[in-house]
Structure formats: C-alpha cells, structure tokens
C-alpha cells in the first residue's frame, strides 16, 4: 500500500465521519418510549409482548396475504371502538369504506370485537393513536398513516391483562 | 391473539436517563439498523425490538459522567440479533419486499442527514456503500458511525478482532475505488 493511497483513504474515512446518520422520526422516538416504558411492561417485562405494526406492502394488500390479517384485525378492532362500524350477528356491518370485511379476520380477534361490543374490553385510549383515529376514521388515507407503526394495545380493566394481536404467520 | 398476564400494578414512571442515552445514540444505532435491515419500516421495527431486549437484557456500561447507561456495545449486539430473527422470521414478508423492491418501491430508504451541499456528495457515498458486501458494510457502520471500537465490534459481529480490523481497511479501499480519486471532495 503506498502513501498517495493511504492518504486518499484518510481523506475518505474524514468524508465518511463528517456524514452524520438520519436521525429517527419523532413517531419512532414515541413508539420506541412506550415500548420501554410501559407501566405495564415495567411490572412483567419477561412476559409481555408488544409488536409493532405497519402498513402493508401493496403486495401485501391483497386480501389473501397473511400480513392482511393483523392489519386488518388493528384496523376492525379500531373501528369498532371508535363506533365507525357496528358489531351485529358476528359480523362488522361496514359504516365506510375502512371496515374490514370479517372473513379477514380470526375468529379469536372476533370474539375481542364481541368483548369491546359489551363493554368486557377497551382499547388502550392514551397516546396519539386512539385519539387520531377518532378524527380520522372516515379518511382511510389518514388512518392507515396514523397507524402504521402504532402499537396496539388492548387491555382488559378487570384483570389488567394485555392483549397483543400478533402477525399471522 | 394472544392473552398475557400481567403482575401486581406497581406503576413506575419513564427513566429520563434511557430518554438522554437515546437521544444521543438514536441515530447512530438506527443507521446501523438501516445498514442490516432493507426498509425504512424494518430498520424501525429492529430498533424497537433491540431496545426492548437491550432494556429486559439489564446490559449497562458506565458513562463519562459515572453513571450506569445502556450499554451501547450491547446495542448493536441486539440489534444484529433482532436483525437476523427478523430476517429469518419473515421470509415471505422478504419475498414480497424483494419483489417491491424491484418495483422500485424502496429506493426512498436514506441514510445520511446532509446539508444541501452535501446532498450530492452524501448519495453517491450511500449508494457506493449499498454495493459493500454485507460484511464490509455492517465493519463500516460500526466503525464510523457506531463509534465502536475494533474489540467492540468484534464481540459485536462474533468475529475475531484482526478480521474486524482486516475488513474495516478492505471496505475503505473498495470504497475508495468505488468513489473514484475524481469524486473525492
């Protein structure tokens, strides 16, 4: 290695430290915040499980792809408890075009929605996302922004269990 | 779904000690995120993933000041073990992302916080650094930006320090290569 050569690459690795990184997005500073400090995962962090969801690729969209499911669970489960869509008969009867259609969803998620239905459950109200939803709900666009990268958390008053809806392998 | 109990409610209130180590940290370990995941969304949800292990881990250093901090070595160590879960996990979530990507859909995924003289300067480093193999990309990262040393990251990535240290001169002198004496600003 000659010394024009171990000059350029100083030259170089003084360029590359003069870049600094991206910082992170303050949504992602939020979420990472509940994550680390939720009072509940403080009490039992060994136990409790927190997943994160996304929006979907568009390939993912499709109604067939697993990914649909959560996403479609987060989205029902909301809806529900903001009153956009309505429980009768085991289904969601859609009140916009955000309701997702049931057969998208499992029967354990359906029966939660049952549960949110008679009071039994509620959908965590604090942070941004309960609150965005209730003046979003009938902008799927918005919506599906807000949500993306949100926690879901639901917890049942009672016994203080949470409940996480997790990705359909 | 699924349902898990909870303990006694003893409620405690958010450490501003991770809030300040984060602060100071975040983008340097988010870049490392970005380095071993292929998404925006990926990199997010490998950081999530790593700090809560980092954090249930109890993994702490002492800073400059004397104080008990996460352990940034720790860090990056969860972070590549978060990385490779994920990545072993979501196979089709990978296939279909590899279709997408070549759609074109994840060209938008950035690195680096340039200033708009740098800008230029900044895509053409991105980009000759997207062409390192893995392993050269994961030494530089670290080095660079993760401002670990060659000890650290070779715990980090289980690798021997000579090999940390041997690939770290290697990827500096393809990138050089790669961004031509020309280029070099």
């Not at chain 2, 916080?113 to 062409?131: G, N």
């Not at chain 2, 650290?152 to 021997?160: K, N, V």
Request: net charge neutral.
């Amino acid at each position: 290695m000659n010394s024009n050569e171990d000059q350029m690459i100083a030259q170089l690795e003084r360029e590359l430290l003069s870049l600094a990184p991206l910082p992170p997005d303050p949504a992602l500073l939020l979420r990472l915040e509940r994550t680390m400090h939720d009072p509940v995962l403080d009490r039992a962090p060994a136990a409790a499980k927190v997943i994160p969801f996304r929006k979907p690729q568009p390939a993912a969209m499709e109604h067939n792809q697993p990914n649909w499911k959560p996403w479609a669970a987060v989205a029902a489960c909301a809806a529900v408890a903001t009153g956009a869509v309505t429980w009768k008969h085991g289904q969601i009867q859609a009140q916009n075009a955000l309701a997702a259609s049931p057969k998208f969803i499992s029967s354990p998620v359906q029966s939660q929605l049952q549960r949110v239905q008679q009071g039994n459950l509620i959908l965590d109200p604090k942070g941004g996302l309960m609150r965005q939803m209730r003046l979003e709900i009938n902008n799927q666009q918005h919506f599906e922004d807000r949500v993306n990268g949100a926690l879901l958390e639901i917890r049942y008053p009672t016994t203080q269990e949470i409940l996480v809806v997790e990705p359909v392998q | 779904m699924q349902t898990t109990p909870t303990n006694s409610p003893v409620i405690k209130q958010p450490d501003p000690a991770w809030k300040a180590w984060f602060a100071k940290h975040g983008s340097r370990l988010l870049m490392f995120c970005r380095q071993q995941t292929r998404t925006e969304a990926d990199a997010e949800d490998v950081l999530q993933d790593a700090m809560f292990r980092l954090w249930r881990s109890g993994m702490t250093e002492v800073d400059e000041h004397g104080e008990a901090c996460p352990s940034l070595p720790g860090a990056f160590t969860q972070i590549r073990r978060s990385a490779i879960d994920q990545a072993r996990k979501n196979i089709r979530r990978a296939n279909r992302e590899d279709r997408a990507l070549e759609m074109g859909e994840m060209t938008d995924v950035v690195w680096f916080d340039s200033t708009l003289e740098q800008d230029e300067r900044a895509a053409a480093i991105e980009t000759a650094m997207k062409t390192l193999p893995d392993y050269y990309q994961e030494v530089i990262t670290l080095k660079i930006w993760g401002d670990l040393t060659f000890e650290q990251i070779a715990e980090t990535l289980d690798i021997p320090m000579n090999t940390a240290a041997s690939r770290y001169r290697y990827a500096l002198e393809k990138l050089r290569r790669t961004l031509t004496p020309a280029k070099l600003a």
